[in-house]
């Protein structure tokens, strides 16, 4: 796991503490009684120092601000909590003096800072937290940042430095293929303790609680609209989104983290999952969560049965992307490249499916490989997002499950007959048992993503059929066995022309 608390995150704590005698707004001179503002009848100045201890941060460059609505409290010599009469007013403000109410004569106070939403120590880090664009904290004070300081009378006015109380999670989700209106709308973290709920402020600067809640949910939004945009790169073979921040209550974990992505041009989302070990998330620290989307992307090849090139080759500015659109230039029997093979059975296939599985072979995974047909599993082609495929238990499994040399799923179909030597008269076998979900065991099987065929340059049943050569020519009409998945079944047919545009897969 690759979780890495940003140096200078904390180097800039160290920095603050190490420095706040010596910055320009701190003077070096010992004051002995605090002194009241002249336009503030009896209140007293309590100054923040150091601008890299405030309370919204640049990523980038360390800095830290204070940020519109901000305010402090401090228990004043009547033990009583005093919050400032005045708060911050703008965004990004480099350094403030608060002023505050209540009797002072002490040589130092603890200063709290609960956040925008949190009065006197009590501070509640949100379990529902919305951060609007990317790279911005402005969100902090509102759903959680916290922390203590402890000011110092110095020439008639306390100077402080705050030192944050929360821990806090930096997302960046990458992803290595381009894509094209694809937003991450939801960031769900879930932990095996609570991270968020009612929490008190103690003098050491450390929290206080149990917590309620084991799930921080993230909204990222842009202009009001929920999601940030999958920005691709400059060389448009990868893509990531803006930065994302979450708050949450340091301690020791172990997470699973929900990515929720969506397609707002195809219609289709779903979620990514990944689970991180205990770790240690300590105050004031901020850790990059490894955010790299797993999401199989394929290529938009298909191929006429052992065809030498593909259905599109030279032309793939034609080709169609949208089901029942027809586009030209597709392949005719003029075009040796990308016409289909036309040899006999038994002879196999010695051109593009050449290293496909066999007919005897894709009976095993129909009959015996459990087929489960899954509708949320997230893949990708064209820059865009889909959902629909089968997954097969893989060869090796099949063969221990039954007995089996995995030759000998080579040589013999299921019902021990050999398909590729030997001319069969049937309809063939399918499996109308199909499972629906991703299987418990997923280990086991292998995916294949349901994209249909092209006909007549016609792309045709997208998302709703996988179509895939076999090395096998079908004995009688001069077709080919393939393999044919939907919804509701999986089987080996032998009525396919081999002028169909179909995918090309491996035994797995």
């Known amino acids: 796991m690759n979780i890495k608390l940003s140096y200078h995150w904390a180097a800039a704590v160290l920095l603050a503490v190490a420095t706040s005698c010596s910055n320009n707004d701190i003077t070096t001179e010992n004051g002995t009684k605090p002194t009241t503002d002249k336009n503030e009848t009896k209140q007293i100045s309590f100054i923040a120092g150091n601008e890299r201890t405030r309370t919204s941060l640049n990523y980038d460059t360390s800095d830290f601000y204070w940020e519109d609505g901000d305010k402090i409290y401090v228990k004043d010599d009547d033990n009583t909590f005093q919050h400032s009469s005045n708060s911050v007013s703008g965004t990004k403000v480099p350094n403030f003096k608060f002023m505050m109410p209540g009797k002072y004569t002490q040589s130092s106070y603890t200063v709290y800072y609960p956040g925008k939403n949190g009065t006197d120590n009590k501070v509640t880090i949100a379990s529902s937290q919305i951060q609007n664009g990317?790279?911005?904290?402005?969100?902090?004070?509102?759903?959680?940042?916290?922390?203590?300081?402890?000011?110092?009378?110095?020439?008639?006015?306390?100077?402080?430095?705050?030192?944050?109380?929360?821990?806090?999670?930096?997302?960046?989700?990458?992803?290595?293929?381009?894509?094209?209106?694809?937003?991450?709308?939801?960031?769900?973290?879930?932990?095996?303790?609570?991270?968020?709920?009612?929490?008190?402020?103690?003098?050491?600067?450390?929290?206080?609680?149990?917590?309620?809640?084991?799930?921080?949910?993230?909204?990222?939004?842009l202009n009001g609209t929920d999601g940030l945009p999958m920005q691709n790169s400059e060389?448009?073979?990868?893509?990531?989104?803006?930065?994302?921040?979450?708050?949450?209550?340091?301690?020791?974990?172990?997470?699973?983290?929900?990515?929720?992505?969506?397609?707002?041009?195809?219609?289709?989302?779903?979620?990514?999952?990944?689970?991180?070990?205990?770790?240690?998330?300590?105050?004031?620290?901020?850790?990059?969560?490894?955010?790299?989307?797993?999401?199989?992307?394929?290529?938009?090849?298909?191929?006429?049965?052992?065809?030498?090139?593909?259905?599109?080759?030279?032309?793939?500015?034609?080709?169609?992307?949208?089901?029942?659109?027809?586009?030209?230039?597709?392949?005719?029997?003029?075009?040796?490249?990308?016409?289909?093979?036309?040899?006999?059975?038994?002879?196999?296939?010695?051109?593009?499916?050449?290293?496909?599985?066999?007919?005897?072979?894709?009976?095993?995974?129909?009959?015996?490989?459990?087929?489960?047909w899954d509708n949320t599993t997230l893949w990708t082609v064209w820059?865009?997002?889909?959902?629909?495929?089968?997954?097969?238990?893989?060869?090796?499994?099949?063969?221990?499950?039954?007995?089996?040399?995995?030759?000998?799923?080579?040589?013999?179909?299921?019902?021990?007959?050999d398909r590729t030597t030997k001319k069969v008269w049937e309809t063939p076998p399918s499996n109308k048992s199909v499972l629906k979900g991703k299987p418990d065991n997923y280990r086991d099987y292998f995916f294949l993503p349901a994209m249909g065929n092209y006909a007549s340059g016609k792309l045709k049943n997208f998302r709703e059929y996988g179509f895939y050569w076999t090395k096998t020519p079908e004995p009688y009409f001069d077709r080919a066995y393939n393999l044919f998945f939907n919804d509701k079944e999986a089987g080996l047919s032998n009525i396919s022309d081999r002028e169909n545009g179909y995918k090309l897969w491996t035994s797995q």
Request: proline share 5%; with cysteine.
């Open 134 to 221: 990317p790279d911005n904290t402005l969100h902090f004070g509102t759903v959680g940042d916290c922390g203590t300081g402890i000011a110092t009378l110095q020439n008639g006015q306390y100077k402080f430095t705050l030192n944050h109380s929360a821990a806090y999670l930096c997302f960046k989700p990458t992803y290595d293929h381009p894509l094209t209106s694809t937003y991450i709308t939801k960031i769900e973290v879930t932990a095996d303790k609570n991270i968020a709920g009612d929490y008190t402020l103690g003098e050491d600067g450390k929290l206080n609680g149990t917590g309620s809640s084991k799930t921080i949910t993230l909204t990222p939004k």
């Open 235 to 372: 060389d448009g073979k990868s893509c990531a989104a803006g930065r994302m921040f979450m708050v949450i209550m340091p301690g020791k974990y172990e997470f699973t983290i929900k990515y929720y992505i969506t397609d707002t041009e195809t219609k289709v989302s779903g979620v990514i999952t990944k689970k991180f070990k205990s770790f240690e998330y300590t105050a004031n620290g901020y850790y990059d969560m490894p955010a790299t989307l797993t999401m199989r992307a394929y290529e938009d090849d298909y191929y006429t049965w052992d065809a030498k090139k593909d259905y599109w080759y030279n032309h793939k500015d034609d080709q169609p992307k949208d089901t029942e659109t027809e586009g030209s230039n597709y392949p005719t029997k003029t075009d040796v490249e990308r016409w289909f093979n036309g040899i006999k059975f038994p002879t196999a296939a010695s051109n593009s499916a050449k290293d496909c599985p066999n007919a005897n072979e894709l009976t095993w995974y129909c009959m015996k490989g459990k087929p489960h």
């Open 383 to 417: 820059k865009h997002l889909y959902t629909g495929g089968m997954w097969f238990k893989k060869k090796s499994v099949i063969a221990s499950e039954n007995g089996k040399d995995p030759v000998y799923l080579t040589n013999y179909s299921f019902d021990n007959k």
